[in-house]
Every structure is written in structure tokens, then in C-alpha cells.
């Protein structure tokens, strides 16, 4: 009777430790609409500047060094706002992002204010994944930006990244001029 109790006990201790509790941190950020320099936003004061890419990098630099099971994404609508993107056509949005210690990011709307073909150009400058599964070249089965999901570990642990455009964003929110052809 002990040598089964105690081989059920050695059983049920070998499935706790599948069960063990890990820790991940998950940086995320979305809209960040080219905003490179600290800049007001009203709403949170009228006086001190906040944001800019150079805090933003510091604050995932220093997250990931007290804590290398981070990751950091983005959701997408990084083009556009401030005219650094307009004149550069968001290429210089994309050499900022370069820094910021990106594990990820997915294409928002904003993504193709300067046209999809712009936007196809810019994103192969990422040195980080950029993923999308679901815009399509027009009448195919042809993805436009073929990098639709990312499987990446910290700590032990996987995590599934998936990249997907919302339909009301794409057919409501983006001139119909920039996406013509997907």
C-alpha cells in the first residue's frame, strides 16, 4: 500500500511542475502615430511634454534588463501625425522603431496613408518581425505582407503572436486610393 501511495505521490509531483507558475511581462503600445519627439498631450498636462521614441526605447531597454522574460509589441498605426512622417513617408518612423526593442509589431490603417506599395517598401527596413495575415492582393489568396503569425519563448514559455487587420479599419478608415489593388 505505501509503494503505491507513494508512486502516485512521485505521479501527481511530476504534473505540478507542468503546472508551475511563470512570469512574463508584456509591453504593448498601438497608435503611437510617429510621435518621435516628447510632445503636450492636453489631457494629461498642459505644461510637460510626454512620450518620444528616445523614452519610450529607455523605458523597454530598462524593463528588459530587470527583466529579460519581456517582450514588447506594437498593434499597429505608427505612420502618420506629426509631418516627420508625412515627409518622409514614414521611413524615418520605421529607422525610430528600429530602436525601440520590438519583439513584434502588426500594419494598422495608418500604415497606408502614403499607399500600400509606400507602405511594402518602408516595412522591409524593420529590423524587428511586422506581422499581417489577412490583407490580400485584390481577387487572390495572396497575402500582401506574407508574415502572418510568430511563435517566440522567454522564459520557457511560448507565445503566439498573431498579425490581423480589423475590416472596419481597412475598408472605413483608409482611402480607397492607397489600397487599390488588395
Not at 133 to 158: A, D, H
Request: charged share 20%; with cysteine.
Amino acid at each position: 500500500m505505501i509503494k503505491k501511495i507513494l508512486s502516485f505521490s512521485t505521479l501527481f509531483l511530476s504534473f505540478l511542475s507542468y503546472g508551475e507558475i511563470k512570469e512574463l511581462t508584456i509591453l504593448h503600445t498601438n497608435d503611437l502615430h510617429s510621435h518621435l519627439f516628447p510632445h503636450i498631450e492636453t489631457w494629461i498636462s498642459d505644461t510637460r511634454e510626454v512620450g518620444g521614441f528616445a523614452n519610450l526605447a529607455t523605458l523597454v531597454k530598462k524593463e528588459k534588463v530587470a527583466n529579460s522574460d519581456t517582450i514588447y509589441i506594437d498593434s499597429g498605426d505608427y505612420f502618420s501625425g506629426p509631418y516627420v512622417s508625412t515627409l518622409t513617408k514614414g521611413k524615418a518612423v520605421i529607422n525610430s522603431m528600429n530602436f525601440l526593442g520590438l519583439d513584434a509589431a502588426c500594419i494598422g490603417n495608418h500604415e497606408f496613408d502614403h499607399g500600400w506599395d509606400n507602405m511594402l517598401e518602408q516595412i522591409q527596413e524593420a529590423t524587428f518581425p511586422i506581422l499581417n495575415g489577412n490583407i490580400f492582393f485584390e481577387g487572390t489568396n495572396e497575402l500582401v505582407w506574407n508574415n502572418p503569425y510568430l511563435v517566440i519563448e522567454k522564459g520557457g514559455i511560448k507565445i503566439g503572436l498573431i498579425g490581423l487587420h480589423g475590416k472596419f479599419a481597412f475598408y472605413d478608415t483608409i482611402n480607397f486610393k492607397m489600397t487599390q489593388g488588395i
